[in-house]
């Protein structure tokens, strides 16, 4: 049994609680700490199994009876938490994107050389059914050798402004998660990125300098070609969808809906629009990815996304601004240079 | 190239006077004859390549350079002609049913004795590229050894009443079709019928003394059970499913639609409905039954469905029937005493 | 918070132990009884949270702590446990069948009568996600007036011979759930039952009387048709779906399969197969139908499955049971008075 | 009736002639002119229907009762012979491209000034009943305002190596198609194409100079990002799909196959392949644009598919070979100005 502390009890906080209470049978939480810890989410968390909540992180760090910190706290303080928690001897799981800024990932990098502390980011989709199964059968040869990537990846409805402002832009809040699916389904990094971007959603957004659509292509390592479509608002819903190409076959997945039921009627043949967001759809997901965290604690093993594949889609959305804003197709490596990683 | 009459030129005379002249390759055909026949039907005909028109079919039966005559004119002249269609030497394709009357299909079982004429009849749901995937899986062994046949069987809409007056009840002039795939699909014999039916469309079918609404049940020679279920009126169109459940798989169609189109929004994913009705869904099968009968005639093979096919589905129609008026399972041998076949 | 006794650690019973520990809120299992209770399920009871485990059912009754009872033993015990819990006060979940035998079903009845206790049926089914879609478009008038119901229900592989011998047959053992699932969707009572049945997937189920192959006809109270077709073995497994075509429309749901998976290549299109068996497919129902039952305890309502809705089912079994012998439809009448309900 | 000559009998010449023959009404093929006419083709050729055939197109240019030319002879000939059709007072039809050389396609639309001449080129996918029924849905306001368009074109195996090193390259010769179905869902013109394309099917495509899998962004006029992904090899056949996600839903087709015939098994789900490449894909479509340019001449209404439709997607395939070579976003303007269109 792996105890856990959990800091930051907002929105995926509470998502981390609530798969860890129902779906991961090796965790226990001993605390969650948010410094705006209401009383009634304490009182939710002590229901849902939860020994212990406080407005202090540093209880967490500080006991020794915590052997893994999951960080849920906002993005700017993913890396200093990190650092924190792995010099205090802490696992950790640390939700997407480790930061914004690359020398402070580099620092998180540093600070695990040596020791044996397992690091895990939550790019949870790697988890999802759909995607996992994508993944098993170009692992498996099914499609042989990779050639086009399709990825489309909206979201029912944009994000308020003033997260908007502080997100790090559309593509290392929103296309990272895409960025890691492209490494993930293609088994190689990429290369190279050009961005067709557009300001058509909202035109708040388009004041805050972010796009709200794009066409994002990469090249891979592998040869293969990788094209991901993003939007911050689709009507009828989160539309998470996958293709591989290859040169024996193709794997694809769908969305999921809540049931399979299909009206047929005068109007026509309908189904189920696709699950509402990320929580409907990936519940599950967020379960097996503390499960495989956990599995990797217990049975000293690599977690399976680790800090180096926390780093690589930080580059390639860096690339990808830097494509959008010049206009032009960016090699990873400049970044890489740039940033001296 | 055969040389053929059509006798009738209502809507199924018109259905293989255009297959005919767009997709049957090696047929000419001389005569078509109506005692209704409009000028404009005529005038049409002769823009389909149709050399002749006449009232008067016995210009067609008399005509020594017509081969084969395409009996499409009303049901109680399909045996009479079949029958002087013969007697003048000519292969008969006859649209279904041969006839309500046993005897009178006898007759021309007889007349067909000891002649090398082509007789076929009009099944035309077999050269459907839908339910010849089904059987060729059937036949293939992809399923195995048939367990559960199921089709379903939906008309648009209820024919007029003065129609359903003359057509000899919903299972001779509807379900005979799916008789007739029964049979196909399974690749033998009904041994029993059970029919649970009901009067749900339309009062006046009811007061017509027929069903509109059944649901009926096969035992087939191979141990097999069948399931048919029909309903004169389905709002969404022409419903034509079928499957057949086996030891080692299932084979299963569906429904055609004009395009693949889905649109997706807020209401959900919506496709097209089915084709709307025979014309639609079957013009290439049409075609294709006829492009069989040429074949058969011009390499001397057997037709695909022969005259002792047309009789089987009357003699189920015969047993539904009984099973309905009798609420209990008829089973075939019994009709087949009953009329000395 | 309601304290629950579960009776019975069989695999049903465990299925029960694990969806209340992870998916019924308000649910605490403060004993589990089992006569054959091993050690590593007493151990692995108390790692889901169970505070107490027993060889006795009795302390289950007998415990005034304890306020409902799950009744997952051997079917023969169901209706004798209902009687001693309900006359402890206790309400009462039980599984299907509550008994064979209609008089001890009637007895749970009478004992029930006067009391405020709740007393649910464990048809799992309603709680599924795809059936409950169907039953709430007909509900919500999505399909009109309901016209043809059709049920296809199949197991990936039969039960034991011994198991199959002492099951009541098929009719009480599978069928029972899918006679509940016509009455849920139909919104009404059957009043007539045709069965055409066969031994076509294991000679030893023929040898010990029962059928392992059946098409199941009903006449519904509502004028509609229903069929279900069953059979103990599908390769491919569980094979769950439902239609119901009314007069505007038709509601259907499929299978469930573990992702969307699909696998294009040049043998065509490939999905994945259902899901194996209900326990794959049925999980979430099985929170759900205990959720259920525990909000009517807590909130005073109707369970959504009373003690009548269990009899019924059992009713239609053993009409469809003597349909099967006598070979004709067989009115759930005859049965009601032969049993005197 | 429209009189047409074809210049050109082999593949797409012989669609023309098989389609007319039996999908189009008002025309009459009079003449079939191929400088490498063999006995077998005129042979066939006449069995359809064709008058008078002959190795000289000429013949077709002076025939005073010829009104309209159909050219299907080689790319390089479409241009010339388009010149000498028009002046000799004939409509045209043209398959695709008009030509590799701008200059070429400006020649044909001059001579067509001032002249009441229909001239269509042959965008057959327009007509297909998948991509009219999303440009329908698009243009009925069904997607609200496009923001995201995507197509999928992928064929079942690459042309000999000598075609393409004659192809005028596969953004000319392949792309062209997709092109122009950009400019057909989108309702607008491109203004900046970026290609990232590869070399991955075939080295003698790459050491040839050309690409055979590749990524094509477009930036719209409308503002609508469009994405193209081609590939000259699928193993599964011809790929051909569309997607256009706008701000109110999404409409969307995929491929036909064969039948709607599904084997389910222990193995999963298995469908059709799709039709396997544009012959058996587009049939319909071939009858139904001739059907349109015949209305077009009959009618006088404007082609569907006119010579300004000719020349955007060549302009389009120019700057994809230029982006492609510069590995750099290319304006269309800048390859107006440079051919000073």
Not at 21 to 26: F, I, M, N, W
Not at 99 to 117: F, P, Q, Y
């Amino acid at each position: 049994m792996v105890k856990v502390g959990i800091i930051g009890a907002g929105r995926i906080g509470r998502v981390h609680i609530t798969s860890i209470s129902t779906r991961v049978r090796d965790a226990q939480i001993k605390t969650v700490a948010d410094p705006f810890l209401s009383e009634e989410t304490a009182a939710w968390a002590k229901s849902m199994g939860v020994e212990h909540t406080s407005k202090d992180y540093t209880e967490i760090i500080n006991d020794p009876e915590i052997d893994a910190v999951l960080i849920c706290s906002s993005t700017d303080t993913h890396s200093p938490i990190s650092l924190e928690a792995i010099r205090a001897g802490k696992h950790v799981f640390c939700e997407k994107p480790i930061d914004h800024d690359v020398e402070k990932i580099k620092e998180v990098i540093s600070a695990l050389e040596g020791t044996n502390l397992k690091y895990q980011v939550g790019f949870n989709r790697r988890f999802d059914h759909n995607f996992e199964a994508v993944q098993r059968a170009v692992a498996a040869g099914k499609v042989g050798r990779p050639q086009i990537i399709k990825i489309t990846s909206r979201d029912p409805e944009p994000p308020g402004i003033d997260y908007v402002k502080v997100s790090g832009g559309m593509f290392l809040d929103m296309t990272i998660h895409d960025f890691d699916m492209v490494r993930f389904l293609a088994g190689c990094d990429a290369t190279e990125v050009y961005v067709q971007g557009a300001n058509l959603v909202d035109p708040a957004i388009g004041e805050a300098g972010d796009v709200d659509t794009a066409v994002i292509t990469l090249q891979m390592e592998n040869g293969a070609i990788a094209v991901i479509d993003n939007c911050r608002k689709a009507v009828y819903g989160y539309d998470q969808r996958a293709e591989v190409f290859g040169s024996v076959g193709m794997a694809a997945v769908g969305n999921d809906s809540q049931s399979s039921a299909v009206i047929t009627n005068s109007d026509g043949v309908t189904g189920e629009k696709p699950l509402f967001f990320f929580l409907e759809r990936y519940m599950d997901a967020y379960g097996k990815e503390i499960g495989a965290f956990i599995d990797a604690i217990e049975n000293n093993k690599e977690t399976p996304v680790n800090v180096m594949d926390g780093l690589k889609p930080v580059l390639m959305g860096l690339a990808a601004r830097k494509s959008y804003e010049e206009h032009r197709p960016v090699k990873i490596s400049e970044i890489e240079e740039e940033k001296n990683v």
